[in-house]
């Protein structure tokens, strides 16, 4: 059953028939993206051809994608963002859409594809973009609040819609224009701006006797990228019958939901807190997304019971504490979610490994 499925992820071990499924994977996708077909493709199977040696694991490109990016949110946040740090920021980016194309190419290229890369590949991408957002927040001087909430749960819903598609058709399908790709060249493209004209987002506005700041204008423009993402709609629907794919997006509502409310209710000194348990507790669940396509398990509502529950858990603590307590209770429930993201990674990723019987950094065997 689901509480099985569950315990046996959870211990680091799959079924022998999830063990079979996992060995028997193979990737399929279809990259559609104008950039990635004219640029991004072509110089990254001339790197993996002509650069790199056939010895470098393709997973280790995996790992070091994020690594600029998350110690630069990590600066920024001990030390403030002064404006030089947006051409860091650029470049963080571009190495980081860099190494997500060119892992899978590399690996196609030396024969050394697996599960256990595919997960590494897709379930590092939303730390990626959630950094990266919390990034643009640094670097405008951004106050926690909806702003910074609508970008990381606009930013975590496109995903969703990648990972969506991909587990009830089996075929990961990047579109035309899409934030993957094209979304985050504009975001190092942002930051570029940023350095050199530092004042411009706060730049006033009124239309029809509304004043608003051109950092809210941008915000229009991450909605339009992410309704890109809804392309994947109408092709899960025509694959797929029955209530199950709408199921996926009412979990992911009800996670995202209780972090807006909480935020109207609690403290501001909850805010901060409160935005990192929402987005962790949403990674849980897209990290969910990944796993169960990949041992071809079903996503049952059982087993998102937990993650639903636990995102809703301050909603009924937070409001009721003064604003000291409720501060503090906010700083420890964001830690316990950081605690229960990480070894949920760090599980699945040995439950896979060992299923697969591959270890985490697998050993090329030759070039094609």
């Keep these: 059953g689901t509480l099985n499925d569950v315990v046996r992820m959870l211990l680091r071990r799959l079924s022998e028939a999830e063990g079979q499924f996992l060995r028997r994977y193979k990737y399929r996708g279809e990259d559609r ?6 640029f991004i493709g072509p110089l990254c199977d001339w790197l993996s051809r002509s650069v790199l040696p056939a010895w470098l694991a393709p997973n280790v490109i995996t790992l070091a994608g994020p690594l600029p990016s998350v110690a630069l949110f990590v600066f920024a946040a001990a030390f403030g963002c002064p404006v030089w740090l947006n051409w860091c920021f650029a470049g963080a980016i571009l190495w980081a859409l860099l190494c997500d194309n060119l892992d899978g190419k590399h690996a196609r290229n030396i024969n050394c594809c697996s599960a256990v890369g595919d997960w590494l590949d897709h379930s590092l991408d939303i730390f990626v973009y959630s950094v990266n957002m919390l990034n643009i927040a640094a670097s405008v001087n951004m106050e926690f609040g909806w702003r910074i909430w609508a970008g990381l749960v606009l930013t975590a819903f496109c995903y969703q819609l990648v990972l969506w598609e991909c587990y009830f058709t089996n075929v990961l399908i990047i579109n035309e224009v899409d934030a ?4 985050m060249l504009a975001v190092a493209l942002f930051h570029v701006s940023q350095a ?3 004042d411009w987002v706060h730049y006033p ?3 029809f006797g509304v004043h608003f700041y051109l950092l809210d204008a941008l915000y229009f423009l991450v909605v339009v990228g992410t309704m890109s993402g809804t392309a994947s709609i109408p092709r899960v629907l025509r694959s797929t019958k029955g209530w199950e794919p709408l199921g996926h997006i009412v979990v992911f509502v009800a996670i995202a939901v209780p972090g807006a ?6 403290p501001p000194s909850c805010m901060a807190a409160n935005l990192g348990h929402t987005l962790l ?3 849980v669940w897209l990290h969910m997304c990944i796993s169960y396509r990949l041992i071809g398990k079903p996503l049952r509502c059982a087993a998102c019971l937990p993650v639903v529950a636990w995102a809703w858990a301050p909603l009924l603590v937070l409001p009721a504490l003064g604003p000291s307590l409720a501060g503090t209770a906010a700083a420890l429930w964001c830690v316990a979610s950081l605690i229960a993201c990480l070894g949920q990674w760090l599980q699945t990723s040995t439950a896979l490994c060992t299923g697969a019987g591959t270890p985490f950094v697998t050993v090329p065997q030759k070039r094609k």
């Design 196 to 198: 050199v004209f530092p």
């Design 33 to 38: 993206s104008v950039l990635s077909r004219l």
């Design 261 to 266: 409310i909480v935020n109207f209710l609690s």
């Design 180 to 183: 993957c790709t094209e979304g």
């Design 205 to 207: 506005l009124s239309v």
């Design 281 to 283: 507790s949403l990674i």
